[in-house]
């Protein structure tokens, strides 16, 4: 199977490889986008430019007061181009301030708006995949970043799911309504917000935007744990490109493969535990330099160790011991006791990766969907709703 797709134009800048790393909280931070980046490179024997990784997502009110959690997350490194960030919020006015903030002090090439985050804390406060549901709230906020972004020349692109739930499905107007406001590009996660991450992503869907938003790239999300994957997704719904999430939790070089399937070839990357753990060393090593602690980047690669040794043996006292980790040094005496020899598994190691959830009702501001307006104690709530943390 091939796909061969033209380079993803979003606004003034050229994609080569028609791929996008999803912002995940906790995960999409510096390190890990180097990481990404670096193994996408390698898949087209380039440097910079080749897809495109997003920053985790940023609460827009915390930005805008400047806490020191969200200006280091917002940190980029120098070889990292387009410098892209997710912003999430519920008040057009903040929203409008942190595009301002990021333009004006050219602190990023690319902003992506959050319309998908099913986390109960944010959809009960009508953000997130709750949002679209209020119309003329989508709709000022879209064209709000739009203009601030639009005189600096950075576009605005949005992320979003097919709705609330199957009774109420948002995605083809907020498709309609993001492209008219002048947005760069949609993407869709072929979900509702009621499924979370379970059951399978409605590919479908993702056509039927495509059908609708016909002047701007339409990019599709759900699924893709491989580079076949994401072929099958451009050959059934049409879309201009991907976004990858937890396929490429633990295998970074998940982009070494996409840049080289979207390229015409079937070169993969089958590495052997010894390259794996070299690839999680590397990762820590990122990590430290992004936290300035040891400590902390042996905290934070804990939750990625299961997902790097998927499908390899390594027997349950070394990955319990991995996941006690709290220097470099005892990272390399355990990574020692493996036997580094083993071949990449095969399907073991492949396939999903990641927390799925089960479906769930949505949390939603007492009488959200009782309209499309937004009046009442939806009023209140989203009022009240700008949180002060990002990154989650």
């Known amino acids: 199977m091939t796909a061969v797709l033209p380079p993803l134009q979003i606004g ?14 906790g995960i999409t931070n510096r390190a ?96 997130g995949a709750a949002l679209p549901w209020k119309t003329e709230l989508f709709r000022a906020i879209v064209s709000g970043a739009v203009q601030e972004a639009s005189p600096y020349d950075v576009p605005v692109t949005i992320k979003m799911r097919k709705g609330i739930d199957t009774d109420h499905l948002t995605f083809l107007e907020a498709g309609r309504i993001a492209e008219g406001e002048g947005v ?18 409605d590919w479908p869907a993702i056509r039927a935007l495509k059908n609708v938003v016909t002047s701007i790239p339409v990019l599709g999300n759900g699924d893709i744990w491989s580079a076949e994957d994401a072929l099958a997704m451009v050959e059934q719904t049409g879309c201009d490109g991907v976004v990858v999430g937890r396929g490429c939790l633990g295998r970074p070089w998940l982009f070494t493969d996409l840049a080289a399937a979207f390229a015409g070839t079937t ?58 980790v709290d220097s470099l040094d005892a990272l390399d005496d355990l990574i020692g006791t493996l036997d580094l020899d083993q071949q990449w598994p095969g399907e073991p190691a492949e396939g999903q990766r990641g927390r799925a959830g089960s479906p769930r009702n949505v949390a939603l501001p007492e009488g959200w969907l009782a309209t499309r307006e937004l009046t009442g104690a939806a009023a209140e709530a989203v009022a009240q709703a700008e949180l002060s943390v990002s990154g989650g």
Request: with cysteine; net charge positive; charged share 25%.
């Open 12 to 25: 003034r800048h050229t994609i080569e490889s028609p791929v996008v790393l999803a912002p995940m909280a």
């Open 32 to 127: 890990f986008r180097r990481l990404c980046r670096e193994y996408g490179d390698a898949g087209t024997g380039a440097s910079g430019g080749t897809s495109l990784y997003v920053s985790e997502m940023i609460t827009s009110r915390a930005l805008v007061e400047r806490t020191p959690e969200s200006m280091r997350l917002i940190q980029h490194d120098p070889e990292e181009n387009p410098r892209s960030i997710q912003l999430y919020g519920v008040d057009p006015a903040t929203v409008r301030a942190a595009v301002r903030m990021l333009v004006t002090e050219d602190r990023a090439d690319h902003i992506d708006l959050n319309f998908g985050c099913p986390v109960p804390k944010v959809t009960r406060k009508g953000g």
């Open 184 to 201: 760069a590009a949609v993407a869709l996660h072929a979900r509702t917000a009621a499924q979370a991450y379970s059951g399978q992503a």
């Open 267 to 324: 070169a993969r990357v089958r590495p052997t535990l010894g390259q794996v753990t070299d690839t999680m060393r590397r990762h820590t090593a990122y990590l430290a330099e992004f936290y300035d602690s040891e400590l902390k980047a042996c905290r934070d690669i804990r939750k990625h160790i299961a997902w790097y040794l998927k499908g390899f043996r390594a027997g349950q006292h070394v990955r319990h011991n991995l996941a006690l």
